[in-house]
């Protein structure tokens, strides 16, 4: 996994460079969420502004546990997605894809390509379904995760809060990735 490097066109006709992230990635990482707008950064799990946050995802890389993918672009980091898998218990066949794009990146098409590799890669970790937790009003992100094979599973009502506090929904979508596969393959695309 280590080796994984692709080059990925977007529809403005950009090119990005896909790769995991590693430990030399701490400056570009810092960089890349001080860029990230306050309203995209209320849907992160952790306070991306603190150093010791991106310290330790640094320093503990484990690719079989947390998948990071980064998306760079003239020397900056321009897209952050994660596969999250567990390897026992119930949801051990199951990947939590989350996806961070940069507000000059996004509505380029960046979001669905990364999500795409993710959802590439979970088969060669085993995994049989994707699933995304995201704020029923981020259109854009639905959008992608709609063209990368996903479909809504759940609206939780009320459930989350913005960044002003107000109550707002978030919708659970999920991937199949062997019948996502058998689609592409049909329309041969795979």
Request: proline share 2%.
């Amino acid at each position: 996994m280590e080796k994984f490097y692709k080059e990925g066109l977007l529809k403005d006709g950009s090119r990005v460079i896909l790769r995991p992230m590693v430990q030399e990635d701490r400056e570009k990482l810092t960089d890349f969420f001080t860029r990230v707008a306050e309203e995209d950064r209320q849907f992160l799990r952790s306070d991306v502004r603190n150093p010791a946050v991106i310290e330790h995802w640094v320093n503990n890389i484990d690719y079989h546990k947390v998948f990071p993918l980064v998306a760079e672009a003239e020397g900056k980091i321009v897209g952050d997605a994660t596969l999250h898998m567990r390897k026992t218990g119930w949801k051990r066949h199951l990947g939590n894809v989350r996806v961070v794009v940069a507000k000059d990146y996004q509505g380029k098409g960046l979001g669905t390509l990364l999500i795409n590799e993710l959802v590439d890669l979970a088969g060669e970790f085993g995994l049989e379904k994707l699933f995304a937790e995201i704020y029923f009003n981020a259109a854009g992100a639905l959008n992608a995760f709609k063209r990368a094979g996903f479909g809504v599973k759940a609206v939780f009502e009320d459930l989350v809060k913005d960044i002003y506090g107000n109550n707002a929904d978030m919708v659970v979508m999920v991937c199949d990735i062997e019948a996502r596969r058998d689609r592409l393959a049909a329309r041969g695309d795979a």
